[in-house]
């Protein structure tokens, strides 16, 4: 098992590590890491794992192998240097980026809120993101409701985590806004994120410490997805 680091400090930008695993393609294990794994509509973290000689191989994305959601896989861009089991090494995201998905991840916890609908399915991006919501018509007030989002993020609340067993969780359905989405269970326990008084629920991703580190948002473009499906785009309004 690869140990999360980023789950309690997102904002921890590298680590020493030691190398576990190296997989067929390249891929690299380590037994602990800050790179987030590509999951719940988050990308992949980007970045760098430098040598004890100094040396820097550099990170397209991580991802989860074959779904196994215990471990991350740190995958090199084509034409890097190599690790062998047992390497001390130095893991190190891309900051900038990062911060950036979670000023929007948590942004989209936000939308939930305001869009009151169930979620069929979301994506993070640095600068635009996505809700699809089971939502038969377009609300006609969206400047209203434009605003209310943005009174969220200017409220500054506090973004937390919490833990249920899965047992807590199996007991509290409506906690769960994604109906194609569900949260990882099978560990024993699940993870959930609060933003003040505003909204609980599950989630793995990263997120920042306090609304008001998201920015100014605009609701972008409303599109049809399908009968009652309905894709609701978020941009930074800066």
């Not at 992949?44 to 991350?72: M, N, Q, W």
């Not at 989630?203 to 894709?231: F, P, S, W």
Request: with cysteine; aromatic share 6%.
């Amino acid at each position: 098992m690869t140990d999360f680091l980023f789950r309690d400090d997102s904002y921890l930008q590298s680590t020493p590590a030691r190398v576990v695993d190296v997989t067929a393609d390249g891929g690299i294990v380590l037994d602990r890491t800050v790179f987030y794994a590509a999951s719940g509509g988050q990308p992949g973290d980007s970045g760098t794992i430098t040598l004890a000689d100094g040396s820097v191989i550099s990170i397209a994305t991580a991802i989860h192998p074959e779904g196994d959601k215990t471990r991350i896989v740190h995958m090199p861009v084509e034409g890097q240097g190599s690790v062998v089991v047992g390497d001390a090494v130095t893991a190190g995201i891309a900051w900038a980026r990062r911060y950036r998905l979670m000023r929007m991840h948590t942004a989209l916890h936000l939308l939930s809120v305001v869009f009151p609908f169930a979620v069929t399915g979301g994506s993070v991006g640095e600068d635009k993101g996505r809700l699809d919501f089971d939502m038969p018509e377009v609300p006609e007030d969206l400047p209203t409701l434009e605003a209310a989002l943005n009174a969220m993020v200017e409220g500054d609340h506090a973004v937390t985590q919490e833990w249920i067993t899965d047992a807590e969780m199996a007991a509290n359905p409506d906690l769960i806004k994604t109906m194609n989405v569900k949260p990882p269970m099978g560990q024993g326990r699940v993870r959930l994120i609060r933003i003040g008084d505003v909204d609980l629920q599950p989630c793995g991703g990263t997120h920042v410490r306090q609304t008001g580190e998201i920015g100014r948002l605009a609701l972008g473009k409303i599109e049809k997805k399908g009968k009652q499906n309905r894709r609701v785009s978020l941009v930074f309004a800066e």
